[in-house]
């Protein structure tokens, strides 16, 4: 990644942090706005960091998400519209403003952060879900549509990881019970999606675009 420029939402800890150091061992300059200069809650933030961006990114990971727990009966219009917009609607306002730069260099690498939760449900998990499976049909779309200009579009689904989302959403006794629902019998680390990020977001990766990989010690297997 020597001479890349990469934008890292969600950079300021858990998977985000995690690639962002990733990149930087690989070589790439790496841009990761705080929630001040980009706060993805807002279309104006969005755009206005866009326009204060001075060349052009050659890489795209959206990464920053938020899971706020809802089934059908008690979801609230704020707790939807706030999931769609952080988790789907802002990284398609990012990747919209940022491919015309990386057409500009004939070359690109955006990656969406999902989660197996696009794939498969588990209770209270609606508007996550939902925003999670529409950035698997995002990342399809685009990938059409950005490959013949030298850009790779893909999205990596994590299974469980020890971040702060993991922690703020299931009880220490529903953890334990995670783990033995999960083949490899442990969380994922954030270091661990970084490395599979840092291959998809790399020239190394010529071939691969369109596809969500499942980073989730087969817990979708089983
Ligand atoms: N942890 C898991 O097990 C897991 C599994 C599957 C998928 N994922 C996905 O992986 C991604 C990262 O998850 P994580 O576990 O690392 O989450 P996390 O520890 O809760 O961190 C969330 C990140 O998103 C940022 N963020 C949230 N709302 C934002 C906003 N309005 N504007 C700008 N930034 C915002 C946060 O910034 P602040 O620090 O400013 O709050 C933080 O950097 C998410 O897309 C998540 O859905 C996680």
């Known amino acids: 990644m020597n001479g890349r420029t990469a934008l890292i939402t969600g950079g300021s800890r858990g998977i985000?942090?995690?690639?962002?150091?990733?990149?930087?061992?690989?070589?790439?300059?790496?841009?990761?706005?705080?929630?001040?200069?980009?706060?993805?809650?807002?279309?104006?933030?969005?755009?206005?960091?866009?326009?204060?961006?001075?060349?052009?990114?050659?890489?795209?990971?959206?990464?920053?998400?938020i899971n706020r727990l809802a089934g059908v009966a008690d979801l609230s219009d704020d707790d939807l519209r706030d999931t769609l917009q952080v988790n789907l609607l802002a990284p398609l306002r990012l990747a919209r403003g940022l491919c015309a730069g990386m057409k500009s260099l004939g070359y690109g690498r955006i990656l969406n952060i999902s989660s197996v939760w696009s794939v498969v449900y588990r209770e209270s998990r609606l508007p996550y879900a939902i925003s999670k499976s529409g950035i698997n049909g995002m990342t399809r779309?685009?990938?059409?549509?950005?490959?013949?200009?030298?850009?790779?579009?893909?999205?990596?689904?994590?299974?469980?990881?020890?971040?702060?989302?993991?922690?703020?959403?299931?009880?220490?006794?529903?953890?334990?019970?995670?783990?033995?629902?999960?083949?490899?019998?442990?969380?994922?680390?954030?270091?661990?999606?970084?490395?599979i990020a840092a291959f998809l977001c790399s020239a190394a990766n010529g071939l691969i675009t369109g596809q969500t990989i499942l980073a989730d010690g087969g817990y979708t297997l089983t």
């Open 16 to 65: 985000g942090a995690a690639i962002a150091e990733r990149f930087r061992q690989a070589g790439a300059q790496v841009l990761t706005p705080s929630r001040n200069d980009l706060d993805l809650f807002s279309d104006a933030s969005i755009d206005g960091w866009l326009a204060r961006l001075g060349s052009p990114v050659d890489i795209l990971v959206n990464c920053a998400g």
């Open 141 to 195: 779309a685009l990938a059409v549509e950005l490959a013949p200009h030298g850009i790779l579009v893909n999205g990596l689904a994590p299974g469980y990881i020890a971040t702060d989302m993991t922690i703020r959403n299931n009880s220490p006794e529903e953890i334990d019970s995670i783990r033995t629902k999960i083949p490899t019998g442990r969380l994922g680390t954030p270091e661990e999606i970084a490395e």
